[in-house]
Structure formats: structure tokens, C-alpha cells
């Protein structure tokens, strides 16, 4: 099984930054990985994702703010969070569309979480 893990979550002040990273367990080549947050009551929302030939998508919400990049030879996509606003409090869960036994599936992180405080 392929396992995702990010880290480098915490808490901020509004306008400070963070920066999230997310790595696949094995070595094997994940086409797609992304990133995706869950504020409490809500509803789990795509934040930004990026293919293996490095375009990228990105919210709305987060567009000129978060920049997400990858490094293929580590299987590993970086997540630089600037501007943070309290809007931005979440736990954020990264996902890969990764190879396991010929097959590709979509593994997700167990999250880890942002605060953004006032």
C-alpha cells in the first residue's frame, strides 16, 4: 500500500505564512497529488492540486496566495501558504492518485491542521 503523509502544520497570525509538505511512502510515481481542507462544520474543499508534468490548480480562495510545487525525484509536493487569513483554518488533507499493483488509486493523508488567528 502506498501511504501519503504531510506535515508542517501549525498555528499563525493572519498575514503570516506556512509552508505544507506531503510524501508518498514508497517509490513509485504518483501522477496527480493535491490538496484538499475541512474547516469544522463544513464540507471538505479542494484547495490545489498538481500533475506530474507540474501544472497546477488552484481555489479561488487561494489563488495569488498558495503556490504549490512538487519534487518528482522524492515523490513530494510542497504547499507555501502566504497572506493566511483566518478563512484559512482547516485541517488539511493531501491525497495522490498513485500506482499500486498495475493499478493507480487515490490515497488520502490523515491531515494536518492549519490555525489561522486575528
Known amino acids: 500500500q502506498v501511504q501519503v503523509v504531510e506535515s508542517g502544520g501549525g498555528s499563525v497570525q493572519a498575514g503570516g505564512s506556512l509552508r505544507l509538505s506531503c510524501a508518498a511512502s514508497r517509490s513509485t510515481y504518483c501522477t496527480y497529488m493535491g490538496w484538499y481542507r475541512q474547516a469544522p462544520g463544513k464540507e471538505r474543499e479542494f484547495v490545489s492540486g498538481?500533475?506530474?508534468?507540474?501544472?497546477?490548480e488552484y481555489a479561488d480562495s487561494v489563488k495569488g496566495r498558495f503556490t504549490l510545487s512538487r519534487d518528482n525525484a522524492t515523490n513530494t509536493v510542497y504547499l507555501q501558504m502566504n497572506s493566511l487569513n483566518p478563512e484559512d483554518t482547516a485541517m488539511y488533507y493531501c491525497?495522490?492518485?498513485?500506482?499500486?499493483?498495475?493499478?493507480?488509486?487515490?490515497?488520502w493523508g490523515q491531515g494536518t491542521q492549519v490555525t489561522v488567528s486575528s
Open positions: 498538481i500533475e506530474a508534468g507540474g501544472t497546477t
Open positions: 491525497n495522490g492518485k498513485c500506482p499500486y499493483g498495475g493499478l493507480y488509486y487515490i490515497y
